[in-house]
């Protein structure tokens, strides 16, 4: 089973700065890696697959990169409703698994 | 409207059984896989079981492997989540989620929650 480790576990900035959230396999999983947004009562929603495409309606100012082991979200200027629970997932290897999650809060 | 709507959750004894159903709307049901997904209270995610288009091929967590059984019907556009011998630690909200092809899940219901307890 391939595991995803997220970093960090907390991330606290405010509205308009950059956020930089980190996700690492545990072996390579190509580019089959997507990210998701979670807000408290809510289901988690699709923000960005195969590394850096993002879903259909998701803001230009969330980005994905990477490759292999090491993955990247980026979202260049925090709005106030960016701030959520965020989880990796890797669709390489099956099973199917998830990272533990960064939570990023308001500062 | 794409839409995913689950039903089935409720509080059930440990050792018993309950069926999940997750009916689908807005988009051709059969031409995608499928998954369920869960989420313990106040934790992560976790996938529990996946289905192609055609039920050709099925994988399941190895939490649930041999308890848990998947299924769909393509002519109802719905899936299920057949539970068995539950535990405690299957008390979950359950999500069904839509596969992008092979890919992510881009569409997800508002999960059935499942609590196991005497």
């Known amino acids: 089973e391939i595991v995803l480790t997220q970093s960090p576990a907390t991330l606290s900035l405010s509205p308009g700065e950059r956020a930089t959230l980190s996700c690492r396999a545990s072996?390579?999983?190509?580019?089959?890696l997507a990210w998701y947004q979670q807000k408290p009562g809510q289901a988690p929603r699709l923000l960005i697959y195969?590394?850096?495409n993002r879903a259909t309606g998701i803001p230009a100012r969330f980005s994905g990169s990477g490759s292999g082991t090491d993955f990247t979200l980026t979202i260049s200027s925090l709005e106030p409703e960016d701030f959520a629970v965020y989880y990796c997932q890797q669709r390489s290897n099956s099973p199917v698994t998830f990272g533990q999650g960064t939570r990023l809060e308001i500062k | 409207e794409v839409q995913l709507v689950e039903s089935g959750g409720g509080l059930v004894q440990p050792g018993r059984s309950l069926r999940l159903s997750c009916a689908a709307s807005?988009?051709?049901?059969?031409?995608?896989?499928m998954h369920w997904v869960r989420q313990a209270p106040g934790k992560g995610l976790e996938w529990v079981s996946g289905i192609s288009w055609n039920s050709g091929s099925i994988g399941y967590a190895d939490s649930v492997k041999g308890r848990f059984t998947i299924s769909r019907d393509n002519a109802k556009n719905s899936l299920y989540l057949q539970m068995n011998s539950l535990r405690a630690e299957d008390t979950a909200l359950y999500y069904c989620?839509?596969?992008?092809?092979?890919?992510?899940?881009?569409?997800w219901g508002q999960g059935t929650m499942v609590t196991v307890s005497s």
């Open positions: 989620a839509k596969d992008m092809a092979d890919d992510a899940f881009d569409i």
């Open positions: 195969d590394a850096s």
């Open positions: 807005g988009f051709t049901f059969d031409d995608y896989a």
């Open positions: 072996q390579s999983v190509s580019s089959y």
